[in-house]
């Protein structure tokens, strides 16, 4: 399975994240139902929008960010309304429902903080009670600890069409809104490889070091905002005007 990394530079304070785009089927097929950047992007199928958040006791998101991603995707995305839930799962929560059902066995990553390809997707359809039906779609915003067995230095990562993971202790605070909002591009279609403006070092990532799809960030300069080639691609794609 091909997934989005979104990486930590231990080294030199930076993030990173390689992202391929358009998702593969096999990438797709990890959500409930198959997802596509048009469906976040417009409301001729979906009307309204539902951040299914689910965080582990350790883990939990810091509410000022993301009331900024709700900020960014109200601004672009054409969507009625957008709602939030948050669902809290401890360590022992996961050891009492592996006992009594092995459905819940691929969430033992989450005491263990090991993620095998996969998990993650099963994770969250055994612990999400929300999921994409009739008019509202739902993004699945998980924060755990652990690392990406594939990936052991990710920050983040999109692992469904409908869904991304931030491995919460590993961030600095001031890092979150960057992160929630390079993630979320990705889902809408953010970099799209044959446009002009991608990065050739860096497939699926902006050229624009100050745009928030740039491969990196660093202390010294947090990316919260699409740059204007950027824009563009969402304004082609069916994304709401801002100006």
């Known amino acids: ?46 009307k309204k929008l539902e951040l299914d958040i689910i965080y582990e006791t350790s883990c939990k998101p810091d509410p000022e960010a993301i009331a900024f991603l ?45 993620w095998q390809p996969g998990h993650l997707a099963v994770f969250t359809q055994n612990f999400s009670q929300k999921f994409t039906r009739d008019e509202t779609l739902v993004l699945h915003i998980i924060y755990v600890p652990g690392i990406a067995l594939d990936q052991p230095i990710a920050i983040g990562e999109a692992f469904a ?45 902006c050229s624009n070091k100050n745009c928030v799809m740039f491969w990196c960030v660093g202390d010294e300069q947090l990316q919260e905002q699409f740059d204007e080639d950027c824009l563009q691609d969402l304004y082609t794609a069916g994304a709401k005007k801002f100006y």
Request: glycine share 2%; charged share 20%.
């Open 161 to 205: 069409s409908d869904s991304f993971v931030i491995f919460r202790p590993r961030i600095q605070a001031k890092w979150e809104r960057s992160i929630l909002l390079h993630e979320f591009g990705h889902l809408v279609g953010l970099t799209d490889n044959h446009s002009t403006h991608s990065d050739k070092d860096h497939s699926f990532h």
């Open 1 to 46: 399975m091909h997934r989005w990394p979104l990486i930590l530079i231990v080294l030199i304070g930076l993030f990173s994240c390689s992202s391929p785009h358009p998702l593969p089927p096999t990438l797709s097929a990890c959500s409930i139902k198959k997802i596509s950047p048009i469906d976040f992007l417009s409301n001729k199928i979906y």
């Open 70 to 114: 709700c900020s960014q995707i109200q601004r672009y995305c054409k969507k009625e309304s957008i709602k939030i839930s948050q669902t809290e799962i401890s360590i022992a929560d996961i050891v009492s429902r592996t006992v009594t059902d092995q459905k819940y066995f691929s969430s033992l990553p989450l005491i263990f903080g090991i």
